[in-house]
């Protein structure tokens, strides 16, 4: 079982850099940093984590995941580096194709591109998304990347992504490109990864969850004529159990991450150490 970590990653925290060598350093296979490049201050959107619907001002602070990996992996190694998740519906897709390519290119191949499509309709709709047919722009997305990291010279031709040949270097250095990770747990999440991705990402998911995930995955990729195992789940955001990550294990899961907090980076590196402690030793 692959044991990462997630969460907080903001301007209070410090140099991501720091944190990153450390979680290598204890041991931890991976560091996951969300995205919300902006919240606007008016909105009808409720959030379902805080009991009025209000938007935690944490998500304003949020670093940008990309730069913040690149700090990542030049003061690390080996640790995997992914966006947990990355809004891919929110930027444009060459430019963003050029970034997660130069970004695997200098890490040795360490990045995983785990992505979402968001539940803030005014964020999206002010980043340029179709919010309503979010994961149909995003499958187009993505497969606009992928032409551009497989080959020497690509086009792409689709409703929300069109441009003629171009060329796109460096190339990513995994072949044929990063997993792509399906976040969310929407009807059609299961058919989407066995179509056009390497991995389901679910967050406040329960082993329960994992077992029937895992049984309706391998289902659809034997159809597909795809090898079931070739399909990771990841389980996000979870608390340091190590008898549930046992669990997780045992029911299919690939890799947990553990979620960490800390108003600081302080509290950060010693919830850290501690969750450490709980789950690795």
């Known amino acids: 079982m692959k044991i990462g970590v997630s969460g907080v990653a903001s301007s209070r925290h410090g140099d991501i850099g720091v944190l990153a060598r450390k979680a290598e350093a204890l041991g931890f296979e991976s560091i996951w940093l969300p995205e919300h490049p902006v919240v606007p ?16 001002e944490f998500m304003s602070h949020q ?36 970034q997660i390519s130069t970004l695997d ?68 250095a995994q072949k044929p490109h990063p997993p792509v990770m399906l976040g969310g747990n929407a009807a059609n999440v299961f058919k989407r990864v066995v179509r056009w991705g390497d991995g389901w990402m679910p967050t406040g998911a329960t082993p329960e969850d994992i077992v029937k995930a895992r049984a309706s995955l391998s289902e659809l990729a034997e159809a597909a004529g795809r090898d079931p195992s070739s399909i990771n789940i990841t389980v996000h955001s979870q608390p340091a159990d190590k008898d549930l990550i046992a669990q997780f294990e045992e029911a299919g899961a690939d890799r947990v991450l553990m979620r960490l907090a800390g108003s600081d980076q302080a509290e950060l590196l010693a919830d850290l150490e501690e969750t450490a402690r709980i789950v690795l030793r």
């Open 41 to 56: 201050v008016n909105h009808n959107t409720k959030y379902r984590g805080t009991a009025d619907g209000s938007i935690p």
């Open 105 to 172: 290119h200098y890490s040795g191949g360490r990045f995983i591109f785990g992505i979402g499509t968001g539940w803030f309709r005014e964020e999206s709709e002010i980043m340029g998304a179709d919010f309503d047919h979010r994961w149909t722009q995003a499958r187009e997305h993505v497969l606009a990347m992928k032409e551009l990291w497989t080959k020497d010279t690509a086009e792409f031709h689709g409703r929300y992504v069109d441009f003629p040949q171009v060329r796109c270097e460096p190339k990513p």
């Open 63 to 98: 670093i940008n995941p990309f730069i913040g990996l690149t700090f990542a992996a030049a003061a690390t190694t080996t640790l995997k580096l992914g966006t947990g998740v990355c809004l891919v519906t929110e930027h444009n897709p060459l430019d963003l194709a050029k």
